[in-house]
């Protein structure tokens, strides 16, 4: 059971590249997140989606798009990198969302972008 | 308000002292309040959590302490070993949905 699994795990992009960042779980979870960590200030929601299909902005939604066109796989798509988006990316997933107490976010090990 | 307020913002404690973090929010409709920690170079991973109808919870050295009409939770880490030396957020998650919100974030350092 590998539970979410992210790729790649660093990334050097140049301004104005593209790039996808992959995200899978085995979990048959159907919520899923992505967040960004910048040092000393937490984490902060760019796109979550409810099931397959569907998705929504979070926070921080500018400047990246995502899809979901199965259970297992949810990746984050940078158009137009721009130094801001220098972060630590973490991908998560979690079960339920509706069950008080149920919603255990289990997060993968995360992505370090860089764009220079 | 959407905002979870977390203090301190780094830590040192002594190895077998307690370890306290606490952390403030505004809005009512939070309904599941959890802890993560990480560690260098991973993903968080749940720690504990609370809803606010209890007052307290415990498992093993961690405690969560919930103070319903002050609208604030703490973390209390007893006997704090050099193993738990990591950053631990805080969250919040609003009622019917199922994205949590952050604190900032605490590095806890326990020196030997």
């Known amino acids: 059971n590998a539970g979410v699994t992210q790729t790649p795990k660093f990334r050097i992009l140049k301004i104005g590249q593209s790039m996808t960042l992959q995200c899978t779980q085995d979990?048959?979870?159907?919520?899923m997140y992505w967040y960004r960590q910048d040092p000393g200030m937490g984490l902060k929601l760019i796109y979550y989606?409810?099931?397959?299909?569907?998705?929504d902005k979070g926070e921080v939604p500018n400047g990246y798009n995502v899809s979901r066109s199965t259970t297992e796989d949810f990746p984050l798509r940078l158009e137009l990198a721009a130094p801001s988006q220098t972060s630590v990316y973490f991908c998560?997933?979690?079960?339920?969302?509706?069950?008080?107490?149920?919603?255990?976010?289990?997060f993968g090990a995360g992505s370090r972008l860089t764009v220079l | 308000q959407q905002q979870v307020k977390q203090s301190p913002q780094s830590l040192i404690v002594q190895k077998g002292g307690i370890s306290i973090i606490n952390c403030a929010y505004e809005?009512?409709?939070?309904?599941?309040f959890p802890w993560y920690q990480q560690f260098p170079g991973k993903g968080p991973a749940l720690l504990i959590a609370i809803r606010p109808d209890v007052s307290e919870k415990k498992e093993g050295r961690f405690t969560i302490s919930f103070n319903k009409s002050a609208k604030q939770f703490s973390l209390h880490i007893m006997d704090s070993q050099p193993g738990d030396s990591a950053t631990y957020f805080c969250?919040?998650?609003?009622?019917?949905?199922?994205?949590?919100?952050f604190g900032k974030g605490t590095k806890l350092s326990v020196k030997p």
């Open positions: 989606s409810v099931g397959a299909g569907i998705t």
């Open positions: 979990m048959n979870h159907n919520y």
């Open positions: 998560a997933s979690s079960y339920s969302s509706t069950e008080t107490g149920a919603n255990v976010l289990t």
């Open positions: 969250a919040a998650r609003m009622a019917g949905q199922g994205n949590l919100i």
């Open positions: 809005n009512t409709a939070f309904d599941y």
